[in-house]
């Protein structure tokens, strides 16, 4: 049997976007601290590259979101506890359908 794998984006494509958009995070984002929240488990990796592009001090923090069905957020797990008050925040989430979770994520934390 033949597996056959279609390469959209090798490992040189991705590293120069991330360096990229970490450039361009660099650039956006002057003042303030900067904090990534890296929701679980899909954007674990991609935070750790882009906090390495980032030509500044970055946080990274990590939430699990618990569901009920896809359209019921019912908890959020931080992993740890953190302020993101007068913070430049950026979410990292791997895939996006409704929105559901990222309006939550967001409401939550302009608590």
């Known amino acids: 049997m033949t597996i056959l794998y279609d390469e959209r984006y090798g490992a040189a494509d991705i590293a120069r976007r991330i360096s990229d958009i970490g450039r ?4 956006d984002y002057k003042g ?3 904090v990534l ?3 679980l488990k899909g954007a674990g990796f991609f935070v750790a590259d882009l906090a ?3 030509a500044r001090a970055v946080r990274c923090e990590y939430i ?3 569901k009920k069905g896809e359209e019921e957020v019912t908890n959020l797990n931080f ?4 302020d993101v008050k007068d913070a430049n925040v950026i979410v990292l989430k791997d895939v996006t359908r409704s929105g559901v979770t990222e309006t939550y994520l967001v409401n ?3 608590e």
């Open 24 to 27: 361009r995070i660099s650039f």
């Open 32 to 34: 303030g601290a900067i």
């Open 64 to 66: 699990d979101v618990i």
């Open 79 to 82: 992993i740890t506890s953190f």
């Open 37 to 39: 929240i890296a929701v």
């Open 52 to 54: 390495r592009a980032i």
């Open 108 to 110: 939550q934390l302009l």
